[in-house]
């Protein structure tokens, strides 16, 4: 019974966070954005006769090192990482949608299904404009592209290659890597979304302005953190994000166990507010 109440309250909230003018909005400047870096692959190699010549199609994506469209994007990731879904809590009590979900399904089915609800929207939003860009560059361009767009010597491109995060995958098959990559990516972006979602629960944010900074100021916190403890690798989100780039020394098991820190930590803020209602209920 009570995962039938869990699905039907995710089932509910996704119905109307997918069509939410936020998400929609995100979606549309996503797509706008890698059909940019899209148009800009298209010029670059419309001219180019030989495919040695051309640049490899997955670095040139826009989520890549290289690709202006992704600088730009990059740092303004951590306020549109959360404005698909920053503002539906307060949107809820405000319309009382609460009320009415929480009479539907319960307290814990509505919050516990709003935070999954949430991680699938902005995984939905910040995947499918990407993966689309990769199939049109797979459509549009050669995939035997092997160009690089850093300029260096070919056998210093080579030793590049077999440095990068899951080089052996890319190596043996980069349309796969590009894949898992953008899902990689993709989960990331849900869990701070999640994150700032458990924030505004916390606080309950009564302004919409205040719902939207959590994960900038835990992305900006984590940064200046390093400053101080001065690890051997960067804890910097864009140097870790950014497919390709190897100007900083990465340590993916410590990425790890912050990602899943902070899901932890959004979990059990939600698991703290729906113990918390029931205690005040039960002392009422």
Request: proline content about 2%; glycine content about 4%; overall charge positive.
């Amino acid at each position: 019974m009570r995962g039938k109440m869990m699905i039907k309250s995710i089932k509910m909230q996704l119905a109307y966070m997918l069509r939410s003018k936020s998400a929609v909005i995100i979606f549309f400047i996503l797509m706008v954005a890698v059909g940019e870096n899209f148009y800009t692959n298209i010029n670059r190699n419309y001219k180019t006769i030989y495919v040695t010549q051309m640049f490899d199609l997955v670095k040139m994506l826009t989520l890549s090192e290289w690709t202006k469209v992704g600088y730009f994007f990059m740092h303004y990731y951590p306020i549109l990482v959360v404005i698909p879904t920053a503002f539906v809590y307060l949107s809820d009590k405000r319309s009382g949608m609460d009320i009415y979900m929480i009479g539907k399904v319960g307290k814990k089915n509505y919050l516990f299904g709003k935070m999954i609800s949430v991680f699938l929207i902005t995984f939905i939003v910040f995947t499918i404009p990407f993966i689309t860009e990769l199939v049109l560059s797979m459509i549009c361009f050669d995939v035997r592209s092997v160009g690089d767009p850093s300029n260096f010597e070919y056998f210093q491109t080579i030793v590049d290659d077999g440095n990068y995060f899951l080089s052996s995958i890319y190596l043996h098959n980069r349309i796969l890597y590009a894949v898992i990559l953008i899902l990689l990516f993709g989960i990331i972006s849900a869990i701070l979304a999640v994150f700032n979602f458990a924030i505004n629960v916390l606080f309950d944010f009564r302004y919409r302005i205040a719902t939207i900074w959590s994960a900038y100021v835990l992305l900006y916190l984590i940064k200046i953190i390093s400053k101080f403890i001065k690890p051997k690798y960067t804890l910097y989100y864009v140097d870790i994000l950014k497919f390709f780039d190897d100007h900083a020394i990465r340590n993916y098991f410590v990425y790890t166990i912050i990602i899943a820190m902070v899901l932890f930590i959004s979990v059990v803020i939600i698991g703290f507010k729906t113990c918390k209602r029931d205690f005040d209920i039960l002392n009422g």
